[in-house]
């Protein structure tokens, strides 16, 4: 089947511009996972949903960054006033349920540059 | 907090040379441990899992057991290809957030 699905790709845009960063889960999974991953570096937990509320957002740097999830389904990470040290892969996983030992499955990520 | 440490790379095999990749973890409650794998230009794949101490996950050869005594999850694989070229993460699931480990670049030469 058809696994996570992120748009776009990659997104060039310039410092202080609004970005949204879109992701389809995995049909039936009910939770959903943002993180970030720089240059390098494994990716970096930002926030996760378990249906439409946001469960835990403590990994959002600042609050510049905004997700939801409004139906429970596709999630929409917000950027606002973007700077260039926000340029990585954003990355959206799901996972079956919300439990502890439950495996997240990943997207190929969406490449945003700020310049 | 959690961390996980691993490997730094790059590592770079012959084609049918032993690979092992060090992992070793710090976590205040029972993580669950993975392997993710990332080939050139594709996404994060799991490539295996072990859920509590002294589990073994496997797949495609390779092979990691988690080690509690050691707080470690190293991967291994006997024999390895060409095609297992890819950067390699270890991470840890603790209260539904995953922490990963910087990863490790692999080449296998033909």
């Known amino acids: 089947g058809a696994g996570v699905s992120q748009t776009p790709s990659n997104k060039v845009t310039e410092k202080g511009k609004y970005v949204e960063l879109r992701c389809d889960p995995i049909?039936?999974?009910?939770?959903l996972y943002w993180y970030r991953q720089s240059l390098g570096q494994g990716p970096e937990f930002l926030i996760y949903?378990?249906?439409?509320?946001?469960?835990?957002d403590s990994g959002l740097p600042n609050d510049r960054f905004f997700a939801v999830r409004p139906e429970g389904s596709v999630s929409t990470l917000k950027i606002q006033r973007t700077e260039r040290g926000d340029s990585a892969v954003y990355l959206c996983a799901s996972s079956l349920s919300l439990a502890v030992r439950e495996t997240q499955y990943f997207g190929p990520g969406t490449r945003l540059l700020v310049l | 907090g959690n961390s996980v440490t691993q490997m730094e790379g790059p590592v770079t095999l012959s084609e049918e040379a032993f690979l092992t990749i060090n992992c070793t973890y710090t976590?205040?409650?029972?993580?669950?441990l993975f392997w993710y794998v990332q080939y050139p230009g594709e996404g994060l794949q799991l490539l295996l899992k072990?859920?509590?101490?002294?589990d073994k996950g496997s797949n495609k050869g390779f092979e990691a057991t988690y080690r509690k005594e050691t707080t470690s999850f190293h991967l291994e694989k006997g024999s390895v290809q060409v095609s297992d070229s890819a950067v390699y993460f270890c991470?840890?699931?603790?209260?539904?957030?995953?922490?990963f480990g910087a990863g490790t670049t692999v080449t296998v030469r033909a």
């Open positions: 991470a840890l699931l603790d209260d539904y957030k995953l922490s």
């Open positions: 049909s039936g999974h009910t939770a």
């Open positions: 976590a205040t409650g029972y993580p669950s």
């Open positions: 072990a859920t509590k101490a002294d």
């Open positions: 949903f378990q249906g439409t509320g946001a469960a835990d």
